[in-house]
């Protein structure tokens, strides 16, 4: 959803874009390479003649083999490096997660720590830790200048990651509000996060070389912020709830089940989630502000009504 | 041979390498920490710095490091003693006098040049006193932590050492097991870091490097014949002459060097700044700040007093009492149904007087501290213009403060003489908070025994009436009072008043409110009813618990108005929300003819005086805003209330005459930086400037400075506004201010709109996450409870924000009641919502 809307953005600024996708991304106004970051062929092609990359390819599933999201989320960002280096490219906006610094404790007010391959949670953030890694190591002032853009939690209209998955779940009745749901969370809104990309694209040279945390800095609680999404989706409202040490538990047992016996689709639960869901997650956005000379335009109200819009227009191309 | 600690040890504690060095004196080898090889200025001055048993100069490392500051840097020189820390083990007993001519022979060859000014901590205390004696020509000032110079051979010694110091246990305890060092550790208040614990344990390793653990031990001169008894006694007797500035922190919680240390310094060095940190132990170098409240010290030895010294006349403030000892008009009237009492003026100038030269006969001399653990009443009236008469300083602290928080203001105190009701005298026993104990009512002989007490005070007037002779005035400028705050930001301080300060608290009263002898007055709060006399007033008090102010009926208030046809009525507002509840208009009649009244002690509604004007409707409303500081610093009326309407904060009215009222302006930090000014609209820390402001907060050395730091004023620790017409408006404590990303806020104009909500009973509001980037929270107290979730429900979420419009709020919470404090039981106490709000929004599970 993020690539999609970057590319559209950068398109209506007027910018000569060329997408990378493992199937057409039919963005209007858009060159297509369809492929593989992990093919040398595909990302030399890609990365030819450009002045900049944003790079957001990644492996995002909650679950899978450990080496799948390896060869993505480092194998292919260190291909991209590479060639954009080869290739002449001046700016390189790697797209990162706040998971790569997070151990597991609440973020209250956060800064973006450093990223950390041997204590973030899951597969995802460890091989998204290293690739981030890799790329600040790839920052070159006088060359390829690096910035590290870690947008939280992005949601919009059409969104199948977050909104999705929590559609999906309350319409089936099984999305439980861990503990008493209090546990602050801050989300970005997809403008906001497009906003933020295309400003560390056209950010201070002195601000590449580093990672910033995007947000909408509006924090809620948890169970606040899945009652306003539920009800722009239409859907019924959290009611049930569960323990969030249980919930962490059952997490990790749904985990041991996944791997030692892989079944299909995500488990229920997973710890990861499970953490995720039960403790705060809000961050400092001071310095990212200041850095990228950007401010969020849509708010976490407006977003939601955005949200609600969009649900009923769907709902009414849906009707007979 | 001394050695240099090890890297890792240096590290740990922050030490620069270069500031540890060996020295060799004659014989001998010394480590020390120096900081000259870093300073980039030619320092002020040297501190000598002097540990004690079991640390080394370890202890000293913030201060070494302060000291070498850019700008007015000082040399500090912190010495390992022969046999402790990195200094070399000769194996020799060191005796007192021994030691204090090796620290000289040491600074000989050092060439300390003036001024110096020694710092010591424990037994390092008594040795660099001994050295100040030594080095007159050098001395500049002393320092001291919880240390002793002096022990009576009749008292015990501490328990601690009791132990330590007996025959079998001195050699397991200290030397052969590394018990003593870790017992000493173990005092840290918090728990140190292990790696500064691991720092202190480096040069005691093995039992041949704690050889000089035990010998330090053993040469505490408990007994009259022990070798280093002349020594302790010449420089406990030495210590009398010293004049030079002098410096005592002290950590209360210390097993070893207990209150009566303190006590024991304080009167060998009278002209010593105290700070007392309540709550740290022995080792409050660790526990505390210490480095930086020195440097504070050294920096402005002169503490400035609260405000300038007033050019008006000084009137005693129990000149009044004398002035009438033959009226046998009414002065007071304490209701309580059958035990009602009727005090003329001629009763009472007579009892006090008895009093004061009853306390005189019994040996309590001007300037002994006095505590009056009585309700308020003739009693208390009495005791106290008493006290003040004969020049005893009056420590008034009341019951609101609880058992715990009246332990701790009154040993702050620390009086000579407690003088209480019975149930006072049992906790006071108990609880050690006075030596001489003195019952306020009649006891029976066997709990008089049981509970130690020495007298009561008819025995102290009996004995009054049988002396004669002058009893002189005490002086206008000694101390007069020691009162306490709320403590609803940490413990309850104590506030220092002088006579003369305590009478221009008279003075403001009687000039704001127009309160004389043609004004008979009811007073339901504590100040206002030890004012009357003063006044020259005819007072009452109402039958009901003065301790609970909610107790105060309607009929009660009535009655005790008839008994005086009384002008004017002083409450709190706990006490006029009850009075206004327990009205069946039956009291009316009485209270027609009351001109004024005036709700004191914490903010209040309109509502709430709208309510009680109805009670009283020939009374104009009042309310005064003050402190324990300071008792009136504005004042509003219910009329300029209604006129002004609401806006950021309370509004508490224009400064009341003779006091001036200037703001200090919040940064972008939220620090009160901004100079005194009175530009209307800017958001700042409330200063005041009268000549009934307190002379100083009692040994608090620290936070009388900071508190004074703007000479000639106050800062209160309020923060507010001035509006374009000159009025003031509260906008919370200055603890409590939030930090956003979007700029700084304040509490209390957003709790205003959050309880314009109509479910909302009451509202605090709250920041949480890291100062700068803090989220907003608002924590309600709703009409209707439910013990539902704490996050509240989407509707009343709804309408708080939209109340609140304009600011983002993180989150609405729900609570069945918001903690208030104790004293009033109006004010909320946001600390504790903020801490806890702070666990439950990061996900835990938390209680308030």
Not at chain 2, 797 to 814: F, H, I, P, Y
């Amino acid at each position: 959803m993020l690539g999609r809307a970057v590319a559209d953005r950068l398109v209506a600024d007027g910018h000569e874009v060329r997408t990378l996708q493992r199937s057409p991304s039919h963005v209007a106004g858009a060159q297509d390479v369809a492929g593989s970051v992990t093919d040398p062929d595909v990302v030399r092609a890609a990365v030819r003649d450009r002045e900049a990359v944003v790079h957001l390819a990644a492996q995002v599933t909650i679950t899978g083999p450990f080496e799948q999201f390896e060869a993505v989320n480092v194998g292919g960002t260190r291909l991209l490096l590479e060639h954009a280096r080869e290739a002449g490219v001046g700016r390189f906006v790697h797209v990162s997660s706040p998971s790569v610094a997070h151990h597991g404790r609440s973020l209250v007010g956060a800064g973006a720590g450093p990223a950390d391959p041997h204590h973030a949670r899951d597969s995802y953030a460890r091989t998204k830790a290293a690739g981030e890694l890799l790329a600040l190591a790839a920052h070159d002032p006088d060359g390829l200048r690096v910035i590290v853009v870690r947008p939280h939690l992005v949601w919009g209209p059409g969104d199948a990651q977050l909104i999705g998955r929590i559609v999906e779940r309350a319409r089936a009745g099984r999305l439980p509000v861990l503990g008493d749901g209090a546990a602050l969370i801050d989300t970005t809104y997809v403008d906001n996060a497009v906003d933020a990309l295309v400003a560390a694209l056209h950010a201070d040279p002195r601000a590449y070389g580093e990672p910033y945390v995007v947000t909408n800095g509006e924090p809620r609680p948890v169970v606040e912020l899945l009652a306003g999404i539920c009800a722009a989706s239409g859907v019924p409202m959290p009611r049930r709830h569960v323990p969030a040490a249980l919930a962490r538990g059952a997490g990790s047992l749904l985990d041991a089940a996944w791997r030692t016996f892989p079944m299909p689709g995500e488990p229920p639960l997973t710890r990861f989630v499970a953490e995720q869901l039960s403790t705060a997650h809000w961050f400092d956005q001071r310095r990212t502000r200041e850095a990228l000379g950007w401010t969020p335009r849509v708010g976490l109200d407006e977003g939601l009504s955005r949200l609600a819009g969009w649900t009923a227009r769907q709902a009414s191309a849906a009707a007979p | 041979m001394a050695s240099r600690p090890p890297a890792d040890v240096l590290a740990a504690g922050g030490i620069d390498a270069r500031w540890s060095r060996t020295v060799q004196v004659g014989p001998r080898t010394w480590h020390l920490l120096d900081n000259a090889p870093t300073l980039q200025a030619e320092p002020v001055g040297t501190l000598l710095c002097v540990h004690g048993n079991p640390t080394w100069s370890f202890l000293w490392r913030r201060l070494v490091a302060a000291g070498a500051r850019e700008e007015r840097p000082w040399r500090v020189v912190a010495v390992d003693q022969l046999e402790m820390g990195f200094s070399e083990r000769t194996g020799e007993q060191h005796r007192l006098a021994g030691r204090i001519a090796d620290l000289g022979a040491l600074t000989d060859h050092l060439g300390l040049a003036g001024p110096v000014v020694t710092v010591g901590h424990d037994w390092g205390g008594l040795i660099s006193l001994g050295w100040a004696l030594d080095h007159p020509d050098l001395l500049a000032g002393v320092v001291l932590t919880n240390t002793a110079v002096h022990h009576d051979l009749d008292d015990p010694l501490p328990g601690a050492l009791r132990v330590a110091t007996a025959p079998g246990v001195l050699p397991a305890g200290t030397v052969t097991t590394p018990a003593f060092v870790e017992a000493t550790l173990a005092l840290a208040r918090p728990r140190l870091e292990r790696a500064i614990a691991d720092g202190f344990r480096a040069p005691y390793r093995t039992a041949d490097r704690r050889a000089g653990i035990g010998g330090f031990v053993a040469d505490i001169p408990a007994t009259a014949d022990h070798p280093s008894r002349p020594e302790l006694d010449r420089i406990a007797a030495g210590v009398r002459g010293l004049d030079v500035p002098a410096l005592l922190l002290w950590g209360t919680h210390d097993p070893v060097f207990s209150a009566r240390y303190l006590r024991d310094l304080r009167e060998r060095l009278p002209h010593a700044d105290v700070h007392r940190f309540e709550g740290a132990g022995h080792l409050v170098v660790e526990d505390e700040d210490v480095a930086g409240a020195v440097l504070r010290w050294l920096d402005a030895r002169e503490v400035p007093a609260s405000s300038p010294a007033t050019d008006e006349p000084y009137r005693a403030l129990g000149a009044t009492l004398v002035e009438r000892a033959d009226d046998d008009g009414t002065a007071l009237i304490e209701l309580a149904g059958p035990r009602s009492r009727r005090v003329t003026w001629a009763a009472l100038a007579a009892r006090t007087d008895q009093l004061a030269r009853g306390l005189a006969a019994s040996g309590v001399r001007p300037g002994d501290r006095v505590a009056l653990l009585v309700p308020p009443g003739a009693d208390l009236t009495a005791v106290l213009y008493a006290c003040l008469r004969l020049g005893a300083v009056v420590v008034v602290a009341d019951a609101g403060l609880g058992v715990q928080g009246l332990t701790r203001a009154v040993r702050a105190a620390d009086p000579t003489v407690l003088i209480g009701i019975e149930k006072a005298l049992v906790a006071a026993r108990w609880l050690r908070w006075a030596p001489t104990l003195v019952s306020a009512g009649p006891l029976r002989a066997g709990v008089a025994r049981t509970l130690g007490v020495s007298a009561s005070l008819d025995d102290l007037a009996a004995l009054g009436r049988a002396a004669n002779g002058d009893l002189p005035w005490p002086d206008a400028d000694a101390d007069a009072a020691v009162l306490f705050t709320s403590g609803s930001t940490g413990p309850a301080k104590g506030v220092v008043y002088t006579h003369r300060r305590l009478a221009a608290m008279r003075d403001v009263v009687a000039r704001t409110y127009d309160i004389g002898p043609d004004s008979p007055l009811v007073a339901v709060f504590a100040p206002f009813v030890l004012l009357g006399p003063a006044l020259g007033a005819t007072s009452a008090s109402p039958d009901m618990d003065v301790t609970a102010p909610g107790t105060l009926t309607a009929s009660a208030l009535a009655e005790a108005v008839r008994a005086v046809d009384a002008a004017v009525v002083f409450a709190s507002p706990a006490a006029l929300r009850s009075v206004v509840r327990t009205a069946d208009g039956s009291e009316l009649a009485a209270l027609a003819g009351v001109r004024l009244f005036l709700s004191a002690g914490a903010p209040v509604g309109v509502d709430l005086l709208e309510a009680a004007a109805t009670l009283m409707p020939s009374a104009e409303a009042h309310t005064p805003y003050g402190m324990t500081e300071a008792l009136i610093v504005a004042d509003v009326s219910l009329d300029e209330l209604r006129a002004v309407g609401t806006g950021d904060g309370v509004c508490v009215g224009k400064p009341v005459p003779g006091v001036r009222v200037a703001l200090s302006a919040l940064d972008a930090d939220g620090d009160p930086t901004g100079a005194p000014d009175t530009v209307p609209g800017a958001t700042g820390e409330v200063l005041v400037a009268a000549a009934h402001v307190k002379e100083r907060y009692d040994n608090l050395w620290i936070t009388q400075q900071a508190s004074a730091r703007d000479a000639g004023w106050h800062r209160t620790g309020d923060v507010g506004h001035l509006d374009d017409d000159g009025r003031l408006w509260i906008e919370g404590r200055l603890a409590h201010v939030l930090v956003t990303a979007d700029g700084v806020r304040t509490p209390v104009g957003l709790e205003q709109r959050a309880q314009t909500v109509d479910e909302v009973v009451s509202a605090a509001v709250v920041g949480v996450g890291p100062r700068g980037a803090q989220q907003i929270v608002v924590v309600v107290q709703p009409e209707v409870y439910s013990h539902g979730p704490v996050v509240a429900e989407p509707d009343l979420a709804a309408a708080v924000r939209a109340a609140t419009a304009g600011t983002d709020v993180a989150a609405v919470l729900v609570v069945e009641h918001l903690p208030t404090d104790v004293r009033h039981s109006s004010k909320i106490d946001r600390s504790r919502v903020a801490a806890w709000a702070e666990r439950v929004l990061a996900g835990e599970r938390a209680r308030l």
